[in-house]
């Protein structure tokens, strides 16, 4: 379950590459993308 969480999340290029420079801007796009594959 967990390993197929992170399979879709990866497939979203922000967050594979981590174009944000800080951490809290990529762990807002991690919880936005989380949020995304919820209500889908």
Do not use: W
Not at 24 to 30: D, F, K, Q
């Amino acid at each position: 379950m967990v390993e197929r969480f992170f399979q879709k999340i990866k497939r979203f290029r922000r967050i594979a590459t981590r174009y944000d420079k800080t951490a809290r801007m990529h762990l807002a796009g991690v919880m936005f993308v989380s949020i995304l594959l919820a209500l889908k």
